[in-house]
């Protein structure tokens, strides 16, 4: 690419010259993981400890012609931006001045719009940019050239891909949130025939200290599924959380299982007297602009499953129906082996390393043994099944069910979450117990 000049005589300042050449360079780049093309249209973080609240941050199958993508809501600062990017790029730079002075009357503290936007006026009077790139400043820039990326590079079209994350949803929920940390996007998924049809695109920022939380006051943002446990709305918030919050279920039982400390993690807004934040900048929590979060509060989320992945594969409709009819399979066999009461085939479907909140593999099948002795009959009835990748190294997928188990001499229904490994080729339970 030919290198810009970043001179007031071009027209374009320092800073917005470097937005706009990261623009170019994400337009023209190979594509990674995820499919070309760019969708066109519409596409933080407090400290997370504030007195009295929650967060330390550490708080029937689809036809082929079934739509994949429909329409996808973005951030509207977020389309302008492009658009005056765009329109900049094109040599347009009367029309990247409206777009951005309209852009900033609606919103005022969008830093990325004001930086570009004050370096194209300070260029057109032939005036030295007005970002000064010393000290402060200097690391200011990076972390608006950082959020700039993440706003700017190609994300998924409607081209038949789907996200490895979400195999299957049951009819319990009406949306899914997967969080991509490689790309800073929060989507937005619909239940939608059996397949999850993303509705919505967004920018959001999570932990200073990266992925996979451990440990409470690492500043990081946990790896895996959670679910909403709750809304707090803006008249019960401190400013610091902005419009509204979602808290989640950290630590789980799994992250329990793993001794992984922390709590209060919550998807959640910025105070009013900023518009966003950089990619990296909470103390854990999932962090949205204020624009973001009131779109989120009209969809009635409920207990919607939220996924946080290191980085989102998308997959081509097929291989995506045989990862989920493969998986589908192994509960379905579990489920035969354990009706059949042949006891050495159903505890085949469990790891070694298998291990509950109450006992490991040795004492499970000993107990499973000795049990299965007094039976006469067993029916186990298995519905409502959300089937979810939770992390992908290693490749560890959850599956949370309804179980209604009916034998001789015990009877119990309760919603059961299993965590299948794949090993040797073939899926086994490490973990399980109720939801």
């Known amino acids: 690419m030919k290198k810009m000049n970043t ?69 509207q600062a977020e389309v302008e931006l492009n658009r005056a990017i765009e329109a900049l790029v094109s040599g347009r730079r009367h029309e990247a001045l ?8 609606r ?53 038949g891909h789907l996200p490895a994350n979400i195999v299957q949803l049951s009819d319990r929920h009406r949306h899914a949130l997967l969080f991509d940390a490689a790309r800073s996007r929060l989507y937005l998924f619909e239940n939608h025939r059996d397949a999850p049809l993303l509705v919505a695109d967004y920018y959001a920022s999570y ?28 008249d019960g918030l401190a400013e610091l959380y902005g419009a509204g919050a979602w808290p989640l279920n950290y630590p789980n039982a799994w992250d329990r299982a793993h001794r992984r400390s922390g709590h209060g993690i919550w998807l959640h807004g910025v105070p009013r007297i900023t518009y966003s934040r950089p990619p990296q900048a909470s103390r854990g929590c999932i962090v949205a602009s204020n624009e973001v979060i009131g ?38 066999q579990w489920q035969d082996d354990w009706q059949s009461m042949d006891v050495e085939k159903y505890l085949a479907h469990y790891s070694g390393d298998y291990r509950d909140a109450k006992q490991d593999y040795r004492q499970m ?48 229904a309760y919603r059961k979450q299993q965590f299948w490994k794949k090993e040797n080729g073939a899926w086994k339970i490490v973990f399980e117990g109720r939801v």
């Open 207 to 234: 932990g200073k200290g990266g992925m996979d939380k451990n440990s409470e006051g690492d500043n990081r943002t946990p790896t895996g599924v959670y679910r909403i446990t709750s809304r707090l709305d803006d």
């Open 7 to 75: 001179n007031a005589n071009t027209g374009i300042g320092t800073a917005a010259a470097i937005i706009v050449c990261l623009w170019l360079a994400q337009a023209h780049a190979a594509p990674d993981s995820t499919p070309n093309g760019t969708l066109n249209g519409a596409p933080n973080n407090a400290p997370d400890n504030a007195p009295g609240n929650a967060p330390d941050g550490t708080p029937n199958d689809t036809p082929n012609s079934a739509p994949i993508i429909g329409a996808v809501a973005r951030e």
């Open 295 to 332: 779109e989120l509060r009209q969809m009635k989320l409920g207990d919607a499953p939220v996924i946080l992945a290191n980085d989102v594969a998308w997959l081509e409709r097929g291989d995506w129906r045989r990862r989920r009819d493969g998986l589908l399979n192994a509960i379905r």
């Open 107 to 159: 919103h005022p503290n969008f830093r990325i719009a004001a930086v570009a936007y004050a370096d194209l006026l300070a260029a057109q009077a032939q005036q030295q940019t007005l970002l000064p790139l010393g000290g402060g400043a200097k690391r200011r820039l990076a972390e608006l050239l950082e959020e700039a990326k993440a706003r700017v590079r190609h994300r998924p079209a409607n081209d």
């Open 98 to 105: 409206e777009t951005l002075s309209g852009l900033l009357e």
């Open 365 to 412: 099948t000993a107990r499973t043994r000795r049990n299965a002795r007094a039976k006469t009959f067993i029916k186990v009835g298995v519905g409502e099944i959300d089937l979810l990748m939770y992390s992908q190294t290693p490749e560890l997928f959850v599956a949370h069910f309804d179980q209604d188990y009916r034998s001789n001499n015990y009877n119990i």
